[in-house]
Nanobody
Framework: QVQLVESGGGLVQAGGSLRLSCVVS????????MGWYRQAPGKQRELVAG???????NYADSVKGRFTISRDNAKNTIYLQMNSLKPEDTAVYYC??????????????????WGQGTQVTVSS
């Protein structure tokens, strides 16, 4: 099985910074694209930032210029550096990975995996 564990959330004042981390572990054959999503109360989950296996990135318009996603393939880890945080950034942040697990003798089917989420709260 493939597991994702996020860390780094917390409470910060507007204008502050936080860095989220997400480690992918388990029986992994290959990790493709990864990304950060967020869900605020009463709202749908939305893509914040994504990064593919080659390092190409994409961002939601609302975070461009403030957030940076990066990836350490050797550590199966992605990061989200969040600067100039605003109260509207308050949400539960989820890490996602599109990956193929390893059965022990062959790759498993490609699937999307999710972490448990980490709360980010930005006070005004």
């Amino acid at each position: 099985q493939v597991q994702l564990v996020e860390s780094g959330g917390g409470l910060v004042q507007a204008g502050g910074s936080l860095r989220l981390s997400c480690v992918v572990s388990g029986s992994i054959f290959r990790i493709n694209a990864m990304g950060w999503y967020r869900q605020a109360p009463g709202k749908q989950r939305e893509l914040v930032a994504g990064i593919n296996s080659g390092g190409s990135t994409n961002y939601a318009d609302s975070v461009k210029g403030r957030f940076t996603i990066s990836r350490d393939n050797a550590k199966n880890t992605i990061y989200l550096q969040m600067n100039s945080l605003k109260p509207e950034d308050t949400a539960v942040y989820y890490c996602s990975a599109n990956a193929l697990g390893w059965s022990g003798y062959r790759p498993l089917d490609e699937a999307d995996y999710w972490g448990q989420g980490t709360q980010v709260t930005v006070s005004s």
